[in-house]
């Protein structure tokens, strides 16, 4: 008789324990009354997925547009599982808006690629600053501690990828 029995698909993905992973956080230290809210709400999400913040280092850099580089030194050095990037654009702010915000996105896109090391988006790019309230704690949640989550994800995955 023959066999019809189909096989499963292998569906690889990444759990939300955060456990041993070793986390960098990079901060922009420009709206730093709003980027300290992300970065509160970053260290809650790695502690409350049974994280260890004690392995975790922050690195505050002057603002979004520094943050590529910092997270490739960090990325390359072999410390850390994942690199969480955490930072505020507001248009409202600044005529070159669209190059910080775009500079910051590619460059942090960059290092990831360029290193194998989940470098996360967590700058909040916002035309006014009501918005970026918003995203820091308030009515649209905290882009911090979700950006923390989305690190722990990428690391369980990639370690599950073999
Ligand atoms: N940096 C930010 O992180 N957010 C901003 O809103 C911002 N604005 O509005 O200008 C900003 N500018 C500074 C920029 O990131 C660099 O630090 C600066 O251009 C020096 O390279």
């Given at each position: 008789m023959a066999?019809n029995?189909?096989?499963?698909p292998?569906v690889?993905?990444g759990?939300?324990i955060?456990?041993?992973?070793r986390f960098?956080?990079?901060a922009?230290?420009f709206?730093e009354?709003?980027v300290?809210?992300l970065?509160s709400?970053a260290f809650d999400a790695i502690?409350?997925h049974?994280?260890?913040?004690g392995?975790?280092?922050?690195?505050w850099v002057?603002?979004?547009?520094?943050?590529p580089?910092?997270?490739?030194?960090l990325a390359e050095s072999?410390?850390y599982d994942?690199v969480?990037?955490?930072?505020a654009?507001?248009?409202?702010n600044?005529a070159?808006?669209?190059?910080?915000?775009?500079?910051?996105?590619?460059?942090?896109?960059q290092?990831?690629?360029k290193?194998g090391?989940?470098?996360?988006f967590g700058v909040?790019t916002?035309?006014?600053?009501?918005?970026a309230?918003?995203?820091?704690?308030?009515?649209?949640?905290n882009k911090?501690?979700?950006?923390?989550?989305?690190?722990?994800?990428?690391?369980n995955?990639?370690?599950?990828?073999?």
């Amino acid at each position: 008789m023959a066999d019809n029995k189909k096989s499963e698909p292998r569906v690889i993905e990444g759990d939300l324990i955060a456990g041993n992973a070793r986390f960098a956080i990079v901060a922009s230290r420009f709206n730093e009354f709003l980027v300290s809210h992300l970065v509160s709400g970053a260290f809650d999400a790695i502690k409350r997925h049974g994280g260890d913040v004690g392995k975790a280092s922050l690195v505050w850099v002057p603002g979004a547009f520094e943050i590529p580089v910092a997270a490739l030194k960090l990325a390359e050095s072999g410390k850390y599982d994942a690199v969480i990037c955490l930072g505020a654009v507001i248009r409202g702010n600044t005529a070159h808006f669209e190059y910080v915000a775009g500079e910051a996105a590619k460059g942090i896109g960059q290092v990831g690629i360029k290193t194998g090391v989940p470098c996360i988006f967590g700058v909040i790019t916002t035309e006014n600053l009501e918005q970026a309230i918003e995203r820091c704690g308030s009515k649209m949640g905290n882009k911090g501690f979700e950006a923390a989550v989305t690190a722990i994800e990428m690391v369980n995955l990639l370690r599950n990828v073999k």
